[in-house]
């Protein structure tokens, strides 16, 4: 039994032996030629695969999908699907929800944060953003997945995209704007003065010219800046302080943006409020902040550049906590009362508002180091150094008086329990050592 069963697995037996070598090579043969076949098969099957997956790609230009737009910098928006999940996204809660807002820069710090907020006490939200690159896209797509699993939709694109911003209009019927892509940073502006005149300029009135011609109009909520203040030396800054004194192209056009915002007031009846906003920080926060980028530093031993006056004086922030900043623009939109205007014409006054959101108490940028060091338990390498001309400015502080009066505003968080908080976020995320602070 053991030599047959040796024999029929591995030599022919000897009568017939020539036929029974040609059918053994012959089943040699086409298990060879099966093998072949079967490789061809699968890279064939590969290739179409490929193929399919490319051709169904956003960025595949030849897609058939004409209900769909297609930019050069590879966003495409439109579709019977991509609507659906707009309109998903902006329903607001049967019976709880009041508002169906819009957020620009949804995917941006103050924007994750405002419309989770929005979107947990069960208003409609639809985010809007571009993804640029000023600082790691990839923390943007951290935040984007936050919302996704909160239920609001990022529309990828751009406030400059006319067509883009008509579609969602025509789509939803939003009763609010809360626009707060921008570009943000006040130094990067000596570097890259066009993209603040594209997204805080140009992007701004492109958003106002669509919200001017729909009806009903949205009421506007926006980012403005604590930076308009400028060389301005009368302290705390009042919302009736001069602000003709920018420092920065960044403050400019922020101060630009609050003017644009009057015209489209006073001529098509658009409701605008303009929220300036004071060094805000926190968890999932911006990396190009002194604050973000201290704390890496100071985890790599790295120097840290702490800017004094020219006279040796301090240089101080009115540091304000992100809830305490979501607070206060979910209370703007709550107060805000509806654009008069409709199809373009303005039918009577609007509302117009500025607000200073600060924390109403500064503290030296020396000290938040101070913090950061107790924080981490360890020690920065501090090198002191005097303000480079860059647009910064000495000194901010917030008097929120007015805010508090109309908007019930009243920041809570001190600086040393928000970088608690934003520490205690910050090691979390990079804690994997998969993601990098830069
Ligand atoms: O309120 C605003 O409207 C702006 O706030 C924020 O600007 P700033 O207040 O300038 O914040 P941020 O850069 O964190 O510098 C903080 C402090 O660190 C000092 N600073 C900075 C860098 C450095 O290397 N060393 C240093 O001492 C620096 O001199 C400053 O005193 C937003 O970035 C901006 O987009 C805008 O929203």
Known sequence: MKDKSRFMSESPPSPGKFKMEKSYVHSLRSRASLGKLTLWSLISLGAILLV?????????????????????NGYAWGGSSWERRVRSSARARPGVG???????????????????????????????????????PSLKRARQ??????????????????ALLRKLFEVVPFTHVMHLAAQAGVRYAMENPGSYVHSNIAGFVN????????????????????????????????????????????????????EIAHTYNHIYGL???????????????????????????????KAIPIFEAANGGTVARDFTYIDDIVRGCVAALDTSERSTGSGGKKKGPAQLRLFNLGNTSPVPVADLVGILERLLKMKANRKVMTIPRNGDVQFTHANVSLAQRKLGYQPRTDLQTGLKKF??????????????AG
């Open 98 to 136: 009041m508002m169906t807002v819009l957020v620009t820069g949804a995917a941006g710090f103050i924007g994750t944060h405002v419309s989770s907020a929005l979107k947990r006490r069960g208003d409609g939200v639809l985010g809007l953003d571009n993804f640029n690159s000023y600082y790691d």
């Open 207 to 258: 958003l106002l010219e669509v919200c001017k011609s729909v009806s009903p109009q949205p009421s506007i909520v926006w980012a403005s800046s604590s930076s308009v203040y400028g060389l301005n030396t009368k302290v705390p800054f009042s919302e009736k302080d001069r602000t003709d004194q920018p420092a920065s192209l960044y403050a400019a056009t922020k101060k630009a943006g609050e």
């Open 145 to 162: 997945a936050l919302l996704e699993r909160a239920g609001v939709f990022v529309v990828e694109g751009d406030i400059n995209d006319e």
């Open 423 to 436: 520490v205690w976020w910050y090691l979390r995320f990079y804690a994997s050592g998969k993601k990098s």
């Open 271 to 301: 409701s605008l409020t303009g929220l300036r906003f004071f060094t805000v920080y926190g968890p999932w926060g911006r990396p190009d902040m002194a604050y973000f980028f201290f704390t890496r530093d100071i985890l790599k031993g």
């Open 52 to 72: 399919f997956v490319w051709s169904q790609s956003p960025r595949h230009p030849g897609r058939l999908d004409p209900t769909r737009h297609y930019l050069t």
